[in-house]
């Protein structure tokens, strides 16, 4: 069923003014009572003056429709195929030829007319990364379903964790692990980004009787597809493209940028260094703690803890 006219919009409200129902204009109209009813009510109800509101209403949502966009020609699309050519990203081509089109659109075009061999040429196959669940998070609960002991931060062994990557294309990335009661954090070195070096730092971890491993939060990253099989029933994976779910290590992950600027090699990183960054961040009295630092709160709860058995 098409829109309503202007015409019938018009002739509504000629009716409304002679005071005739709902029904009989809808079958003055040839309109179903229902879409009657729903135009009516949208529109002021059965005030005369409704009808003008409604044009304009129409008139505004034509504008939006994609329907009545104007098309690009494609003349506009010939120069930007021709810089893609010249391996051009789609910014760069919009730039040069002083075009008023977005850089999505360009990689809408390219896909919807299958220009695969162009699409090669750019750095990135669209103009934002997909997201979505990598297959061993499945393995992982969601991170809605930590329990309430996770949430409140009082009991100390429930973790969060993320990766930190250095220059574009190499392999060596730093782990970081980080308590969310205490804010201690445990960083480490490895050398090729694999699942199974990372799942061997945290079997080292867990031997530390300090700081038990109660519960680990961590993103959907490649890198952490071990953990499943280290912590069956105490894995958490974010929802894709929300790391503020795990907002402790983000920021811890800022801290350590201090010492370590971004893009920076990490092929000279060595784990004393680490070492030594996280020596100086878990010394550092923090707000949350009511200025005290993580180590003293790990000791005081690690002494604490020996005094009840």
Same mark, same amino acid.
Not at 111 to 118: A, D, F, G, Q
Not at 147 to 160: A, D, F, I, N, Y
């Given at each position: 069923?098409?829109?309503?006219?202007?015409?019938? /919009? !018009?002739?509504?409200? %000629?009716?409304?003014?002679?005071? =005739?129902?709902?029904?009989?204009?809808?079958?003055? $109209?040839? @309109?179903?009572?229902?879409?009657?009813?729903?135009?009516?009510?949208?529109?002021?109800?059965?005030?005369?003056?409704?009808?003008?509101?409604?044009?304009?209403?129409?008139?505004?949502?034509?504008?939006?429709?994609?329907?009545?966009?104007?098309?690009?020609?494609?003349?506009?699309?010939?120069?930007?195929?021709?810089?893609?050519?010249?391996?051009?990203?789609?910014?760069?081509?919009?730039?040069?030829?002083?075009?008023?089109?977005?850089?999505?659109?360009?990689? /809408? !075009?390219?896909?919807? %007319?299958?220009?695969?061999?162009? =699409?090669?040429?750019?750095?990135?196959?669209?103009? $934002?990364? @997909?997201?979505?669940?990598?297959?061993?998070?499945?393995?992982?609960?969601?991170?809605?379903?930590?329990?309430?002991?996770?949430?409140?931060?009082?009991?100390?062994?429930?973790?969060?964790?993320?990766?930190?990557?250095?220059?574009?294309?190499?392999?060596?990335?730093?782990?970081?692990?980080?308590?969310?009661?205490?804010?201690?954090?445990?960083?480490?070195?490895?050398?090729?980004?694999?699942?199974?070096?990372?799942?061997?730092?945290?079997?080292?971890?867990?031997?530390?009787?300090?700081?038990?491993?109660?519960?680990?939060?961590?993103?959907?990253?490649?890198?952490?597809?071990?953990?499943?099989?280290?912590?069956?029933?105490?894995?958490?994976?974010?929802?894709?493209?929300?790391?503020?779910?795990?907002?402790?290590?983000?920021?811890?992950?800022?801290?350590?940028?201090?010492?370590?600027?971004?893009?920076?090699?990490?092929?000279?990183?060595?784990?004393?260094?680490?070492?030594?960054?996280?020596?100086?961040?878990?010394?550092?009295?923090?707000?949350?703690?009511?200025?005290?630092?993580?180590?003293?709160?790990?000791?005081?709860?690690?002494?604490?803890?020996?005094?009840?058995?």
């Amino acid at each position: 069923m098409h829109h309503l006219t202007t015409t019938e /919009r !018009y002739q509504i409200g %000629h009716d409304l003014r002679l005071g =005739l129902s709902s029904a009989k204009i809808a079958q003055a $109209t040839g @309109r179903s009572i229902r879409t009657m009813q729903r135009e009516i009510s949208s529109n002021g109800g059965r005030n005369v003056d409704g009808v003008e509101q409604a044009i304009k209403k129409r008139q505004v949502r034509a504008k939006a429709s994609a329907n009545n966009h104007p098309t690009i020609e494609d003349t506009v699309w010939e120069k930007v195929l021709n810089r893609i050519k010249c391996k051009h990203s789609p910014d760069q081509a919009i730039v040069a030829e002083r075009l008023s089109i977005s850089i999505s659109l360009v990689y /809408r !075009y390219l896909h919807r %007319h299958k220009e695969i061999k162009l =699409l090669r040429h750019l750095r990135r196959y669209r103009s $934002t990364p @997909r997201r979505g669940t990598t297959g061993w998070v499945k393995q992982a609960k969601s991170i809605k379903q930590r329990p309430k002991e996770v949430l409140t931060r009082e009991c100390v062994g429930h973790m969060e964790t993320d990766s930190i990557v250095g220059k574009r294309n190499e392999h060596y990335k730093i782990l970081v692990t980080i308590d969310r009661a205490t804010r201690f954090v445990r960083p480490g070195w490895v050398r090729d980004g694999s699942s199974k070096t990372v799942a061997r730092h945290f079997e080292r971890w867990m031997t530390d009787t300090r700081l038990p491993i109660l519960s680990i939060i961590t993103d959907q990253g490649s890198e952490f597809a071990g953990l499943p099989q280290l912590f069956a029933d105490n894995l958490y994976a974010c929802d894709p493209g929300k790391p503020y779910q795990k907002g402790a290590v983000e920021n811890m992950n800022g801290l350590i940028r201090q010492s370590i600027a971004k893009g920076k090699s990490l092929r000279s990183i060595t784990q004393a260094k680490l070492n030594f960054i996280a020596n100086e961040l878990n010394n550092r009295p923090r707000k949350r703690l009511g200025y005290t630092t993580p180590a003293q709160l790990l000791s005081e709860v690690t002494a604490a803890r020996q005094v009840e058995r």
